[in-house]
């Protein structure tokens, strides 16, 4: 790996190398090393470059071509998935159970994976940026009561008016689509156009997902990240919002 791959040094601010220079195969790998400290990975993230590995490796850095995105106003429910959601007791909160989340999306069953890629470094690490704002989740819960039981959810991480989305899950059938409807909804009403969602898949081009060419993702990400962040916990900002509004 070392021959071709450059090793990120110890400084948790120096550059990256160019996103451009990543490999074909796989596609999208463009460093290793370093650590997971918030200063490096927001400058990867401003880079269109996230980390991405399993147990027993070295950190793996990535920015693969062409990348998955949604648009926040583009987000896809099936008429029959929102038939069901109009009788829906499911409410939507932020920040209110990240860690929760986190561990979930961790120990979710993935088709063709073996264990995850959540491992318990990338755990620390990210519940780390959330308590510095810069990390967040949206949470669905089956109902509005007290202590109710959290059926799926979504986090990433906030750069300027960019949403980088890590992961997802669904406790019950259905719960990821939620958080993800509600989350593309609230960005939506503060003019952040895109979220990105890394790898594309079945499941995400099913609801709307589209691919940019990696070049063309930089371009539209550059003036996005430079925007200025909305730090801190968004739970006031989104409230409770009763998931059965997502079906309109």
Not at 110 to 122: F, S, V
Not at 160 to 168: A, D, L, Q, T
Not at 230 to 236: D, S
Request: with cysteine.
């Amino acid at each position: 790996m070392s021959h071709h791959l450059p090793r990120l040094t110890d400084d948790p601010e120096a550059p990256f190398p160019d996103a451009s220079s990543a490999l074909r195969r796989p596609d999208g790998l463009l460093a290793f090393g370093g650590d997971l400290s918030p200063a490096r990975l927001l400058n990867a993230y401003r880079r269109g470059i996230f980390p991405w590995f399993s147990e027993g490796q070295p950190i793996l850095w990535w920015s693969p071509d062409p990348r998955m995105v949604f648009h926040t106003g583009g987000v896809r429910l099936s008429s029959r998935f929102r038939r069901t959601l109009r009788r829906s007791a499911w409410v939507v909160r932020a920040d209110t159970a990240f860690a929760q989340v986190i561990a979930r999306c961790a120990s979710a069953p993935r088709h063709g994976q073996d264990g995850t890629w959540i491992t318990a470094d990338m755990r620390v690490a990210y519940e780390r940026m959330h308590r510095l704002g810069h990390a967040h989740s949206v949470e669905v819960f089956e109902d509005n009561a007290p202590g109710a039981r959290l059926v799926g959810g979504i986090y990433g991480v906030a750069v300027g008016g960019m949403f980088f989305g890590e992961s997802m899950f669904s406790g019950e059938s259905g719960g990821s689509k939620v958080a993800l409807a509600a989350l593309a909804r609230q960005l939506s009403a503060w003019d952040w156009p895109l979220i990105d969602a890394q790898v594309g898949n079945p499941h995400l081009l099913s609801m709307g997902a589209t691919r940019l060419v990696r070049s063309r993702f930089l371009e539209v990400i550059a003036p996005l990240v430079a925007r200025p962040a909305r730090p801190g916990p968004w739970t006031a900002a989104v409230g409770t919002v009763a998931a059965h509004v997502l079906a309109d």
